[in-house]
């Protein structure tokens, strides 16, 4: 029913239906895309040859944002994946959403991540397994099905507080009347936020049947998915997106993960390492990685990784490298 490896995508049913209700033949797109046509009839692809599709959709459509809303749009829960089904006939839009997050682990390259605090609900968007990020088109109908996710299963005009984008999407006042809100364009990350209220509105299209029948079967999927990869590298991916400003505890990543702290240390420790270990390889790994990019202070080094002082990275610095920051970076940057 799923697909469980990381670098193989399956384009879903809904996709190419999509496209025929905003007037685009698939294989116009597939073509554009420099892909054999057979992916119509075997949707299978690579990460690479994924986002090459949406990237297609996008210049055949020439109109970022009009494209974004029209597809979004478009998707009729009768081609909705089960991952997505899950979502719609949950019991309200906050329980939608965290099927959503929960579920996307066994769709990559999208990685979903939720956030309740004070008056806000935000979605950030990532991506799993890959450096690469995806076209602008791929981004913004991410964000754009969320929001239209709470709109069909509630029947409420729900508006969004605000949309962040990393990149220009095209007509920004198209963008603002769709989420009801005001679009910020250059963000530091891709990302939704809405009113937290709303997250209590409960679905006209909840539908308990069909869950109890659907949930198991996903969350088997899901555990098969977590086992066939290498728990240790996905453990490693999750406190890699969350070090910028903070430090990731254990708790964190097992709830991200749906499991208790107990059981994610009981299987690192059947991989031979700890949460730990996995914590400092990560932070050092960053650190290196950042400190060769010599646009970024060292104080933004530190931020980044997780230090909310330099004196701390500095310490933690010199016992992994032996070196402090600015020396390793003199000998370093600029002799690959």
């Known amino acids: 029913m799923l697909l469980h490896t990381s670098n193989r995508i399956k384009m ?13 033949a698939p294989q116009d797109v597939v073509r554009k ?10 949707p299978v692809v690579s990460i690479t040859q994924y986002f090459s599709m949406w990237q297609a959709y996008s210049d055949i459509i020439d109109d970022t944002a009009k494209g974004i809303i029209k597809l979004a749009t478009s998707f009729e829960p009768t081609h909705y994946p089960p ?20 579920y996307k682990q066994l769709c990559p390259p999208e990685s979903l991540r939720i956030t309740e605090e004070g008056e806000d609900c935000t ?18 109908i991410t964000l754009a099905f969320l929001l239209e996710l709470g709109r069909r299963g509630t029947g409420q005009p729900i508006a969004a507080k605000l949309v962040e984008f990393s990149h220009p999407m095209g007509d920004v006042q198209t963008l603002e009347e769709y989420f009801g809100c005001s679009i910020q364009m250059g ?20 539908n308990l049947e069909l869950l109890e029948m659907l949930t198991p079967l996903l969350d088997q999927s899901l ?11 996905m453990v490693k991916w999750i406190i890699k997106r969350s070090l910028a400003g903070g430090r990731p505890d254990i708790q964190t990543v097992a709830s ?28 050092r790994d960053q650190a290196r990685e950042y400190l060769a990019d010599p646009s970024l202070d060292i104080k933004d080094v530190a931020f980044l990784i997780g230090y909310e002082d330099q004196n701390s990275f500095y310490r933690a610095f010199h016992l992994w490298e032996g070196d402090t920051p600015s020396n390793w970076r003199s000998k370093h940057v600029g002799t690959n």
């Not at 895309?33 to 075997?42: C, D, Q």
């Not at 555990?223 to 590298?233: A, G, L, P, R, V």
């Open 187 to 206: 963000a530091t990350c891709n990302r939704l936020t809405i009113h937290r209220g709303d997250l209590d509105r409960p679905f006209a299209s909840y």
């Open 83 to 102: 991952t997505v089904l899950v979502a719609y006939h949950a019991r309200d839009y906050r329980d939608a959403l965290k099927r959503m997050v929960r």
């Open 256 to 283: 991200e993960l749906g499991m208790s702290d107990r059981t994610l240390q009981r299987r690192l420790t059947s991989e031979c390492t700890s949460f730990k270990f996995l914590l400092t390889q990560v932070r």
């Open 12 to 24: 879903p049913l809904g996709f190419w239906e999509g496209l025929r209700q905003v007037g685009i």
């Open 33 to 42: 895309a420099r892909l054999p046509i057979t992916i119509i009839k075997e």
């Open 223 to 233: 555990n098969e998915h977590q086992h066939s990869s290498s728990f240790t590298e």
């Open 123 to 140: 979605i950030e968007l990532d991506w799993a397994y890959t450096e690469q990020p995806g076209p602008p088109m791929l981004v913004g």
